[in-house]
């Protein structure tokens, strides 16, 4: 006779995961489905391991969660940065999709080839270290 489909779809099989809030559109989702963002001097960046120290803000990879957090503070805010963040580099990696697909830590990390990036950006490679 006819078998029931084991439709999983009923079954919540995400007990166990953790679970984030995104601070773009304020929906929780489970934490690999969402992108870790943490504040490294003053400069919002994507933490594709989800390893970096310190706190960290969480989104939907869609730019129109990064939007809607940017618009309301709301990085500065889960990041307890006072003062400004520089999220042009976080905008930067939604909008080239580097931050879709990033469920698998595996393999990550190496260098991505920035194409076409018109480095505006105020790098000050500051390394002064006053020696007597
Ligand atoms: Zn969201």
Sequence with gaps: MAQHQLTTSSHGASGHQPVRTCVGCRKRGLRSELVRVVALRGRAVVDHRRRLPGRGA??????????????????????????????????????????????????????????????????????VKLKP
């Design 58 to 127: 969480w989104l939907h990879p869609d730019q129109r969660c990064l939007t809607q957090a940017i618009r309301r503070k709301a990085l500065p805010r889960a990041l307890r940065v006072s003062g400004q963040l520089d999220t042009g580099e976080l905008e930067d990696s939604f909008a080239s999709g580097l931050v879709s697909g990033t469920q698998d830590e595996e393999g990550y990390g190496r260098p991505v080839p920035r194409r076409g990036n018109e480095s505006r950006s105020t790098r000050h490679e500051s390394a």
